[in-house]
């Protein structure tokens, strides 16, 4: 029998793609969206559906295409306002049991070691139930955001490509079995790897012992949204695949439909 895997889309705030629909006289009804009751409701709403993973995007500045201005984007919540991601893990991971949770994190503005001990600490508090969605940042009101000028294109795949390297290193400098927590002999680990020859910048081991990671979402070749056979033409290109870490895990490929579902009775 074939297996359906479905992700939940969500953001952080009053609406993600679906714009306008807090509009709607049932959406959120009443639910604050920056609180943690509503988030603990969906999680287990989700996880009673069956439901694998609750996916959190993110969009780290009020975009700013239009007019040169982030005005509209305010004033109609086109992804705005839209708070931290991260934040919602263990409020999601702690009302359920299996339920993952795929956060967008970008590497464009945080350090790597930062990154890499943050998803590590995650990864530990909810049991293994986290996947990071890699993202470069693709608007220039981000960079703005951060007092940057939006490199182009291929430096921030560059930087990705350098930056996930780097943090599946930085994961793999502790060992499964690091951990011998011995009260005989007080030795608690065994010394961690080094991590070295990246040209970022880092410490050579991680503060935090690592256990599995994978990636959600997409990097290098893939568009927002995109038609079913682009999509597919696409998948052999993510450069990112070559990465023992993420090849070891299986990968998997959804289309992301947006379903806007209407009464039934
Ligand atoms: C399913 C999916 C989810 C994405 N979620 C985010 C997101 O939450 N935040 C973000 O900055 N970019 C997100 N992206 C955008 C990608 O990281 C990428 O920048 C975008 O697809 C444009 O492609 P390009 O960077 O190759 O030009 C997402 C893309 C896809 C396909």
Not at 9 to 31: A, E, N
Not at 90 to 103: C, E, F, R
Not at 155 to 181: G, H, K, N
């Amino acid at each position: 029998m074939k297996k359906a895997h479905f992700l939940a889309f969500m953001q952080h705030g009053v609406s993600s793609h679906s714009v306008g629909m807090w509009r709607h006289p049932l959406d959120k009804i009443g639910y604050d969206y920056a609180a943690p009751p509503y988030w603990e409701h969906l999680a287990r709403t989700l996880e009673r559906g069956l439901f694998d993973a609750l996916f959190l995007a993110d969009e780290l500045a009020p975009y700013n295409s239009f007019e040169d201005s982030s005005n509209a984007t305010v004033r109609y919540a086109v992804q705005a306002p839209t708070h931290e991601p991260a934040a919602l893990t263990p409020i999601i991971t702690g009302v359920t049991t299996h339920l993952g949770v795929g956060i967008t994190l970008s590497t464009a503005f945080e350090h790597p070691y930062r990154m890499a001990r943050w998803l590590a600490t995650f990864d530990h508090l909810s049991g293994g139930r986290i996947a990071w969605n890699i993202v470069g940042s693709y608007s220039p009101s981000e960079f703005a955001a951060y007092g940057q000028d939006m490199p182009d294109r291929s430096t921030r795949y560059e930087r990705i490509e350098e930056y996930v390297e780097l943090c599946c290193r930085l994961w793999d400098s502790w060992q499964p079995d690091a951990i011998v927590a011995d009260r005989e002999t007080g030795i608690y680990a065994t010394r961690a790897g080094n991590v070295s020859g990246s040209e970022i910048r880092s410490a050579s081991e991680l503060s935090v012992n690592a256990p599995r990671y994978f990636a959600a979402g997409c990097v290098d070749g893939s568009r927002s949204a995109p038609p079913p056979d682009s999509l597919c033409r696409n998948v052999p290109d993510l450069s990112v695949l070559s990465r023992p870490r993420l090849r070891s895990s299986g990968n998997r490929f959804s289309a992301m439909s947006l379903n806007v579902p209407g009464r039934t009775a």
